[in-house]
């Protein structure tokens, strides 16, 4: 027979290694949330996408079918920022880059359950907002995380290019100007089960550093199909789209050249013809020609020159 004492004593070590355990588990399970997360966040630091140069010339045709993009590396697996950003995207997206002496070039398949059907509510340069379908790409080119340039469009390939500052962190327009604009190319098709994003943006077009062996880079999708935003690299959802601290790496093959002088030149022509019939006076022509002009002097210098403005005192 176990006396009273004998059966105190059982419960009393039951119960000191009920609590040792529960500890045990306890700080166990800390530890697996805390590890799992640790990897959550270097999986996000060490990103990279590794660019090569194109063998062949590209075609901006909005078909990646050439053998430098099939033999290109991938981004996959994006990040959900919104609704939540623990999980990954629901509509999947392929990105892959290349490039030449002119151009970078960029190639996104953004796969969608109905390719038929876009949420498309403007067809203006630059647009804005959240009820849209859209891919964009975020060059970090200097690593500063301060400053960056983006390029998207959307399933009618209408473009939009700005200026990140700040950092991105600006709530202002999720911290882009788009006011910036610039000469680029891109193309658009629709697939079965995809609309297919090609971009050429030209190296003299932004600005990067002499020798570059690696850019900050990142890539946007927003579904409002799916209501969904999505980045390569995830972007917690109390930070912009466009927050320059969550950003992979695009490691270039070999060193990158200087670019070259970016200079834009728009000419016009103009002809006034008058007459005053009251008098019977001969008819005057006024003929004038100039035009502007816009020349990068340095990465924060832009220098404008107007000659024989087309405006009448």
């Not at 990105?95 to 403007?122: E, L, M, Q």
């Not at 009618?156 to 700040?166: D, H, I, T």
């Not at 604009?181 to 995809?194: F, G, L, Q, R």
């Not at 035009?291 to 087309?310: E, Y």
């Amino acid at each position: 027979m176990v006396s009273d004492r004998n059966i105190f004593v059982i419960l009393f070590k039951l119960t000191i290694d009920l609590i040792v355990r529960a500890r045990m588990f306890r700080i166990s399970f800390l530890s697996l949330v805390f590890s799992f997360l640790v990897i959550v966040v270097t999986a996000q630091d060490d990103k990279k996408l590794f660019i090569k140069r194109a063998n062949t010339a590209i075609k901006i045709d909005g078909i990646l079918n050439e053998s430098d993009w099939l033999e290109a590396d991938s981004a996959i697996n994006f990040f959900q920022q919104f609704p939540f950003d623990s999980s990954r995207t629901v509509a999947q997206t392929m990105v892959k880059t290349t490039y030449d002496d002119r151009f970078i070039y960029v190639g996104a398949v953004c796969y969608s359950k109905d390719p038929s059907k876009f949420v498309i509510p403007s067809l203006r340069r630059d647009f804005f907002g959240q009820g849209i379908d859209l891919f964009a790409v975020i060059f970090d080119t200097y690593q500063d995380v301060t400053n960056a340039f983006t390029f998207g469009t959307n399933p009618a390939g209408v473009q939009r290019e700005g200026l990140v500052a700040g950092g991105g962190t600006s709530f202002e327009r999720g911290g882009v100007d788009f006011t910036w604009d610039n000469k680029w190319y891109n193309e658009v098709t629709i697939t079965e089960d995809a609309w297919v994003v090609e971009m050429a943006i030209p190296f003299k077009s932004i600005r990067f550093k002499e020798g570059s062996k690696e850019w900050n880079i990142n890539f946007y999708r927003q579904d409002s199909k799916e209501n969904e935003r999505g980045h390569w690299a995830g972007v917690p959802r109390n930070f912009m789209s466009f927050a320059l601290n969550y950003h992979g790496k695009l490691v270039w093959d070999e060193p990158l050249k200087k670019p070259g002088a970016n200079i834009s030149v728009i000419p016009y022509v103009s002809d006034r013809v008058s007459r005053d019939f009251e008098n019977s006076g001969e008819t005057e022509n006024q003929f004038n020609i100039g035009g502007d002009a816009k020349i990068a002097v340095t990465s924060a210098l832009n220098l404008d020159i107007t000659i024989n403005p087309d405006f009448q005192m």
